[in-house]
């Protein structure tokens, strides 16, 4: 007996159920394409408005924003803003800057917009002036690379790069020029628990205005930090956010500091906070090498008297103890405007003064 004709069914069958699921996925990816068109369209309507509002905020306090040949895209995968120059001028104030400079490219993927790469090329310039006083700073770089994610509570992580920084000051006696800088943090918080923040960052090639001597020279070839702080940091660096966040507990732990600056190799840990006078205060515990190579450096130098020198010696030598190929570990002290190396005091402390950077004076 023959079976029936079952293929011929299926063969009138799956044309058109295969018509229907093209025509499905047709409509449904139509359906999706036009939806993720306007959440773009939203996206980019909301950068719009944000430099418009910034823009506006500063031409209503008498300012000037311009930027040149402004441009946004980035469709279908990225929300993208460009301009080719920005020159920016805000009206005296407390602190008074403008800021000119070369090509601005910020973007942020689609599935992650609240995380924000910018990208400034053909050299900035940050122009600051404190008001009342005759301090003015002027900071600039060649290119800068960072990357921000934000979340409800602020900015979550950080990350910059900048090259060929130079910082020139009415309170410098020359410029301070910085190779490359590279910093980092992270904000973590859990609920119950104190904000965390950990700071990282490192410095290439920094050029001082100091006297050059035989062991060191006037350039810093790195400083590195790796830093942790529980609560939050100041809003600004005047003096009165300072004392806030000092009365409120605000205290630094040092996970890690390593300088090499010619000769001198010192690696440290501890902790730092601020006394009732915003002077630093500090608990710290540092590895030393090339110690001696500097202070004989200082002798010849005629920075230091040979009597002092070889004082300098002795001392370092009995308040600390031996480490590894000639060094010595010793507890370095910030208390009562003094850094001292065990009861030998190094140098005075001030008052933290961040005028040079155009801002006033704690």
Do not use: C
């Not at 910020?106 to 599935?111: C, D, H, K, Q």
């Not at 939050?232 to 966040?245: E, I, K, N, T």
């Amino acid at each position: 007996m023959p079976l029936p004709a079952m293929p011929r069914l299926h063969a009138a069958i799956l044309p058109r159920f295969t018509k229907w699921i093209i025509a499905i996925v047709s409509v449904t990816s139509a359906i999706l394409l036009v939806f993720h068109t306007l959440y773009w369209h939203q996206g980019i309507s909301a950068a719009e408005r944000a430099i418009e509002d910034w823009s506006q905020a500063i031409r209503d306090r008498g300012g000037s924003v311009e930027l040149a040949e402004l441009h946004y895209g980035g469709y279908p995968f990225a929300f993208e803003v460009r301009a080719e120059s920005v020159a920016i001028e805000t009206m005296p104030s407390d602190l008074a800057w403008t800021w000119q400079g070369g090509a601005i490219h910020g973007r942020a993927s689609i599935w992650t917009p609240n995380a924000i790469t910018a990208d400034l090329s053909g050299g900035h310039e940050l122009r600051l002036t404190a008001q009342g006083t005759d301090t003015r700073s002027i900071v600039g770089f060649e290119t800068a690379i960072a990357e921000i994610e934000s979340s409800q509570g602020g900015v979550r992580f950080l990350e910059a790069a900048l090259s060929n920084i130079h910082i020139h000051s009415t309170t410098l006696t020359k410029p301070v020029t910085i190779r490359s800088l590279g910093v980092s943090g992270v904000r973590e918080h859990s609920p119950g628990d104190p904000v965390t923040l950990r700071l990282r960052g490192r410095i290439h090639q920094a050029q001082l205005p100091i006297v050059e001597t035989t062991a060191l020279s006037t350039v810093i070839e790195q400083i590195a930090w790796k830093l942790s702080a529980k609560g939050y940091l100041p809003r600004s660096l005047q003096g009165r956010d300072l004392a806030s966040w000092r009365d409120n507990g605000g205290t630094i732990v040092v996970e890690s500091l390593a300088l090499r600056w010619g000769a001198l190799t010192v690696d440290a840990e501890g902790t730092l906070s601020l006394d009732k006078r915003n002077r630093p205060l500090a608990a710290l515990t540092a590895t030393v090498r090339g110690h001696r190579a500097v202070i004989d450096s200082l002798v010849q130098a005629g920075r230091i008297r040979p009597a002092e020198g070889a004082a300098a010696k002795i001392g370092l030598s009995v308040f600390s103890d031996s480490a590894e190929n000639g060094g010595i570990v010793l507890p370095l002290t910030a208390q009562n405007g003094w850094l001292t190396a065990g009861p030998l005091r190094i140098f005075p402390l001030h008052s933290l003064d961040f005028s040079w950077l155009g801002a006033p004076a704690p």
